[in-house]
């Protein structure tokens, strides 16, 4: 508009009508681009004597007119008003376009925009690549690869494979170290597997996130496939290995002539045990194989009906704090609301129930045509008793529906049933008997 205006009061040279005067000025907007380039017998001026305001582009617009007609001044001084002009509205618009850009190369420079923290395992980190992509494709600024650092972070759980998950204190196992590096500020947020988060979290801090759940399905992994593809194929005495009493109790009571050991390790070494003839087979999450594109190892997919998976099985989830507004900002937008509310609906029924490593404990909650469907059942670790129950109700209503479910069941069962349970875990032969050949 500036440029435009100013060519009023401007006279073209004899040799020029008013628009080849104009287009030449074009052209000197497209040649001042040029680094050092000079019109001839133009004022000699440096780029940041180039100015872009309207009193700088009528001053030059004044050389032009004081200027002999047709001499190289006058044309420069007008080449080089359509170059600072050219020039100045460039520069606006690509300060425009490269705000954010410009932010995050800041950022970057100070450091990584979110720091994300994880267990060290094969498949913990498939999940923490997995959250870091999705941050990468919501976020401009988070796409660069050092936008999110991921940070190891070694939980007890990860360290005493020996012992049983029940002896050595339960869920918390895995997640005790990273609450500390979340308390401390060391990380802005962790990346879970939810099922082996407790019910109850350290104080000012949430599961604000939780990623579309994968396929909740348990799977059995067989050493003799051709011969052994459920739980009742397994002969008289067979070892199976498992560290969870969810799926042990669940095994004797459709097998109870089967002996269950503990069996730690990530996916990958419990595949090379069982290879290597230390069991008969194991059970695994699918979901767990699925993240690492290690599918065909499965024998064989369980229906709820044969195995109901555990609490939150196959759900990724952010835990971080409460008042992290930059945090939550990145954080929330990439939760899947069925998701959550089918999982809320777990942990509500767990937590009634007191739940943790020690309580053979399994729950599924699934969203269905807008209607929330939950199944759950406690069972004693030898399979000889099983508590089961349904409840179908609102979605918004996830909280109530399995806070009443888990009090259901705790009242048909009765405390004594607990009682006895948590006395009995510490003699199961699967609770401190290693794998052996068989």
């Known amino acids: 508009k500036i440029w435009l205006s100013s060519f009023d009061s401007v006279q073209p040279p004899p040799t020029m009508s008013r628009r080849s005067m104009i287009v030449a000025a074009g052209c000197g907007a497209t040649l001042l681009a040029a680094p050092g380039f000079v019109a001839p017998g133009a004022p000699q001026r440096t780029t940041t004597e180039r100015t872009t305001t309207e009193e ?16 190289g001044a ?11 002009t050219a020039l100045a509205l460039a520069g606006r618009r690509a300060r425009r376009g490269n705000s954010r850009a410009a932010t995050a190369t800041a950022r970057a420079a100070e450091g990584p925009v979110l720091t994300l923290g994880t267990r060290g395992s094969p498949l913990a980190l498939a999940q923490a690549y997995e959250a870091k992509r ?3 494709e919501a976020f401009p600024e988070l796409a660069g690869d050092d936008a999110v650092e991921i940070r190891i972070i070694s939980t007890t759980g990860d360290q005493r494979l020996e012992i049983s998950l029940a002896e050595i204190g339960g869920k918390g196992l895995f997640t005790r170290e990273l609450d500390v590096a979340l308390a401390s500020k060391e990380v802005d947020f962790c990346v879970h597997s939810t099922k082996d988060v407790p019910t109850e979290l350290i104080p000012d801090t949430e599961l604000c996130t939780m990623l579309p759940r994968e396929d909740t399905r348990d799977v059995l992994i067989s050493g003799d496939p051709e011969k052994i593809t459920c739980i009742e194929d397994f002969p008289d005495g067979s070892l ?17 002539n089967v002996k269950c050991v503990n069996f730690r390790g990530n996916v990958q070494t419990r595949l090379r045990k069982l290879q290597g003839g230390d069991v008969k087979g194991t059970f695994l999450a699918y979901a767990g194989l699925k993240r690492m594109s290690m599918e065909e190892h499965a024998t064989k997919v369980l229906e709820w009906d044969e195995m109901l998976p555990a609490i939150a099985q196959g759900a990724i989830s952010f835990q971080c704090r409460s008042d992290d507004e930059r945090v939550l900002n990145y954080l929330k937008p990439l939760s899947h609301d069925d998701t959550f509310q089918a999982v809320t609906c777990e942990r509500a029924f767990l937590a009634a129930l007191d739940g943790n490593c ?62 006895e349970m948590q006395d009995y875990v510490q003699e199961v032969a699967a609770a401190n008997t290693k794998p052996v050949r068989g």
């Open 240 to 256: 199976i290995g498992t560290a969870s009493l969810r799926r042990q109790a669940q095994i004797y009571s459709k097998n109870p």
């Open 74 to 84: 006058s044309l420069g001084a007008v080449a080089m008003l359509g170059g600072c």
């Open 134 to 136: 999705r941050l990468g």
């Open 56 to 71: 700088g582009l009528r001053s030059v617009l004044r050389e032009a007119t004081a200027a002999p007609r047709g001499s």
């Open 358 to 419: 020690k309580t053979p404990i399994a729950g599924q909650a699934k969203v269905i045509d807008g209607e929330l469907h939950l199944k759950g059942l406690v069972a004693s670790p030898d399979g000889q008793k099983i508590f089961r129950c349904e409840r179908k109700g609102k979605v918004s209503e996830a909280t109530e529906i399995g806070t009443d479910a888990g009090l259901e069941i705790r009242k048909e069962a009765g405390e004594a049933f607990f009682q």
